[in-house]
């Protein structure tokens, strides 16, 4: 049985001194859940008054031959977590280190470490067999030996649990956030008053984009008026001959919003996800969703969102036909699910910190 993070009777702020938490940094530039997942509770962390958090994170050199860079800045992440985070954490005095995805093997302060699913177990949707390589040994090593691993949903966990053969009682859910409905939103002149349906991703084999695309061809046979407007990067190729297929690369979160709040539905049909965080974006603007059958988007939507298998867009297409033609009752289904009030990621660094203080608890051998 695998535990959602909890405040226990050890936890009481005021009997604890002020935490110094070592915080990895590396994935905030990405442009994705990961990234926003690093960014925001990064953030709220160190607004925290009983937290005192230094951030860190792993050189990489993008000056390098495609052929070289990931040897190079797999070399140069394994050198900064198993032997430069050791070594900082005692020049820092820290009383606990929170990494991404890699923990150290060996640590002189307890670790904490996030991994938000096991993508890299299975290869047919991982961009990379070297990185994905790294991940699984060393990786598993250092989450075998962390004092907790935290995740971002229970389907998350349960693979977690199976592919790095962590103990279920080390694993704490703390389900992704969204503050994005306290942002103004900024409207996107090239889209204007075009009826669109929205895919927030790239065109990564598990994002699976190209069912999205061949939904929508299924579905302008019969209502030639709907487009696609695609968040991510993708080849070029795929826009070739379909003018109803927009990219939007790079978008700001106001721009971001007024696609939630403007779209006729989302459409997810990942083969494969940790989370699926526009999903729970897209609710919080009552924003229709169709999305693919997998365990994580199941428990993310729940009964607010449509579900087809991930590799069936004819499915895709006929949910999407449906909610054209009734769109209010659409919404009405997605608004059922989320306050968005509950959601921020203010709840879900508090419900961090319990980790922290559960760890240091154990470690202090302080009396429950």
């Not at 530039?29 to 994170?57: F, I, N, P």
């Not at 977590?81 to 640590?107: E, G, Y």
Request: proline share 6%.
């Amino acid at each position: 049985m695998v535990h959602t993070c909890v405040m226990d009777n050890c936890q009481t702020r005021p009997t604890l001194p002020r935490i110094r938490v070592l915080f990895d940094t590396t994935y905030a530039h990405r442009q994705d859940g990961t990234g926003r997942y690093t960014r925001e509770m990064l953030r709220c962390l160190q607004k925290d008054r009983d937290l005192h958090v230094l951030a860190t994170r792993a050189p990489r050199i993008e000056r390098l031959h495609r052929s070289a860079r990931a040897p190079v800045n797999g070399a140069a992440h394994f050198l900064w977590s198993q032997i430069w985070l050791p070594v900082l954490s005692r020049l820092r005095n820290v009383h606990i280190v929170h990494t991404m995805m890699i923990a150290p093997r060996f640590s002189p302060v307890p670790t904490v470490v996030t991994i938000h699913d096991a993508l890299d177990f299975h290869p047919r949707y991982s961009p990379s067999r070297l990185w994905s390589t790294y991940v699984r040994t060393i990786g598993g090593l250092g989450a075998r030996h962390a004092d907790a691993v935290v995740t971002v949903s229970n389907a998350a966990a349960w693979d977690i649990s199976q592919h790095f053969r962590v103990p279920a009682d080390v694993i704490r859910v703390i389900s992704n956030a969204s503050n994005l409905h306290e942002t103004q939103p900024i409207a996107i002149p090239s889209i204007g008053d075009r009826r669109f349906f929205l895919f927030v991703g790239d065109d990564s084999t598990r994002k699976n984009l190209s069912v999205a695309i061949a939904a929508l061809e299924r579905l302008r046979l019969n209502a030639s008026g709907v487009e696609l407007v695609v968040t991510g990067s993708i080849a070029s190729d795929l826009a070739d001959g379909r003018p109803w297929l927009h990219t939007l690369g790079g978008i700001s979160d106001p721009e971001l919003v007024w696609l939630y709040q403007n779209a006729v539905a989302l459409i997810l049909p990942s083969h494969y996800e940790g989370f699926g965080l526009p999903l729970l974006e897209a609710l919080t603007f009552h924003t229709p969703i169709v999305a693919s059958s997998i365990p994580a988007l199941l428990e993310v939507g729940g009964k607010a969102a449509r579900y087809v298998a991930a590799d069936d867009p004819a499915s895709f297409a006929k949910e999407l036909q449906v909610i054209l033609g009734d769109p209010h009752s659409a919404r009405a289904q997605a608004s059922a699910a989320v306050d968005p009030h509950d959601t921020t990621w203010e709840r879900a660094s508090d419900e961090l910190v319990g980790v922290y203080l559960a760890v240091l608890c154990a470690h202090w051998g302080v009396a429950r």
